[in-house]
């Protein structure tokens, strides 16, 4: 077993413990967990873009308290799962949603075969793509989703902006960085946010959260255009009727998110996932937090939603 503190030098504030889970390629995964002493269930979470898994301490806590163990897997190109030779936030050169979504399959069948219990697989903003994704691939093992910050568009929307990727790909290089992809991103949701006072004020209205996630070094970096264009490739397919097929019937579906969260253009674009779930006949239940920003479990909110969570958690026993 690894120490997070050995893999976060500098970063005093996570005492997580941390295992590796081998790629198919030879990558490894980094693992964060938070074991409960007598678990019912566990629960995967898969966190968002450019930050990672070891910052989910006080879900982690909360959830290992009441029961349930928090498995955080480090996405390739974040946290303790960055390979040197790669940039930060670059899921490979090529077929890198393919390799995230065989790295999920690895960590589902690892942890469905080592704990008995309830086995749920959720995430945040880009994070919760994935899990979507993981949950169509993989719902027979699974017995609930949560999609937490996440967002909906049909499918053109994502061709499109892959087009635009594979320009700008061809520009900067697949490892390169995209300034107008950032701009039409993280750059447009901070110019969202009244009299912020930093670019990242979008992600919380908690001060002391926003300063956390700045000063971590592991956060906050831009992502290569290849994973950017290997994220939007693979939403056309994840988001689409025929993709959404492949969730089981019976699959409960809990959405968490905030009304002043600039990625889903104030929670619209999660009234769009919650239509086109419902209307499947997907059985989803949703919180919204009025006054929550991109990242409501890291905003004032929070405890709140870690409590919603636990309970809607506690019915999937």
């Not at 005492?15 to 007598?38: K, L, N, P, Q, Y």
């Not at 898994?53 to 009441?66: C, D, F, V």
């Not at 077929?95 to 959720?122: C, F, K, N, Q, Y």
């Amino acid at each position: 077993m690894t120490h997070v503190h050995d893999l976060f030098e500098g970063i005093a504030l996570m005492t997580s413990e941390c295992f590796v889970i081998g790629a198919a390629d030879g990558h490894t995964i980094a693992v964060h967990e938070w074991r409960a002493t007598d678990p019912v269930g566990s629960l995967i979470w898969l966190h968002g873009m450019a930050e990672h898994g070891a910052r989910y301490q006080a879900l982690g806590e909360t959830l290992a308290e009441h029961g349930w163990n928090l498995y955080c897997p480090d996405h390739r190109g974040h946290g303790a799962s960055m390979d040197a030779a790669d940039p930060p936030g670059h899921f490979g050169d090529q077929g890198g949603w393919d390799r995230v979504m065989d790295d999920l399959s690895r960590v589902i069948d690892t942890l469905r075969e080592r704990e008995p219990g309830a086995l749920v697989l959720g995430g945040h903003s880009m994070g919760s793509f994935l899990a979507l994704a993981g949950a169509e691939a993989h719902g027979d093992k699974l017995d609930g989703l949560v999609l937490c910050g996440s967002d909906y568009h049909a499918p053109l929307y994502y061709r499109l902006m892959a087009s635009l990727l594979k320009w700008q790909r061809r520009r900067h290089g697949a490892r390169g960085q995209s300034p107008l992809v950032h701009k039409l991103t993280f750059e447009a949701w901070a110019r969202s946010v009244p009299e912020a006072s930093t670019d990242f004020d979008w992600l919380s209205a908690d001060p002391a959260q926003v300063k956390a996630y700045i000063d971590d070094p592991k956060c906050g970096f831009q992502c290569t255009t290849a994973t950017w264009l290997a994220l939007l490739s693979g939403l056309a397919g994840v988001q689409s009727s025929t993709g959404l097929k492949r969730l089981p019937s019976r699959l409960p579906i809990l959405l968490l998110g905030g009304r002043q969260d600039p990625m889903s253009g104030g929670g619209k674009g999660m009234d769009k996932l919650q239509r086109v779930l419902s209307r499947r006949r997907l059985p989803v239940e949703r919180m919204d937090c009025p006054r929550g920003r991109h990242e409501i479990l890291n905003d004032f909110c929070a405890p709140e939603v870690r409590q919603t969570l636990l309970e809607w958690l506690n019915r999937r026993i």
